[in-house]
């Protein structure tokens, strides 16, 4: 099974975490299965940006984000070209590492 790594995130998970998930799900419920608490305002199905991570190895082995995907991208806060809406990257079989953005868009809608 693929190893997952995640870096610290200040709330979510403050020392980061290390762990595996089976190829096939999504890295959203990977997240939370280990109890590391990422939003998913929409429940997962493709209609928010709260889930947004970036994915900072092992993005090639995800399975292609579609349109609708990408679109809600470009209003994710600290998007970067390996950005994807956890609910929809579909893990592969290759080790991935993944950062939890600092904040969602509801944060930054709060707090800027
Ligand atoms: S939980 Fe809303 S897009 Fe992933």
């Given at each position: 099974m693929p190893q997952i790594v995640v870096l610290p995130h200040e709330?979510?998970?403050?020392e980061g975490a290390v762990f595996d998930a089976a190829t096939g799900t999504t890295v959203c419920d990977a997240l939370l299965a280990q109890?590391?608490?990422?939003?998913h305002a929409c429940e997962k199905s493709c209609a928010c940006t709260t889930c947004h991570v970036v994915v900072r190895e092992g993005f090639d082995s995800l399975n292609e984000a579609e349109e609708r995907e990408e679109d809600l991208l470009d209003m994710a806060?600290?998007?970067?070209?390996?950005?994807?809406l956890s609910c929809q990257a579909v893990i592969g079989t290759e080790d991935l590492v993944v950062e939890i953005p600092k904040y969602t868009i509801n944060h930054a809608r709060e707090n800027h």
């Open positions: 709330t979510l998970c403050p109890d590391i608490e990422i939003e806060w600290g998007l970067e070209a390996t950005s994807r």
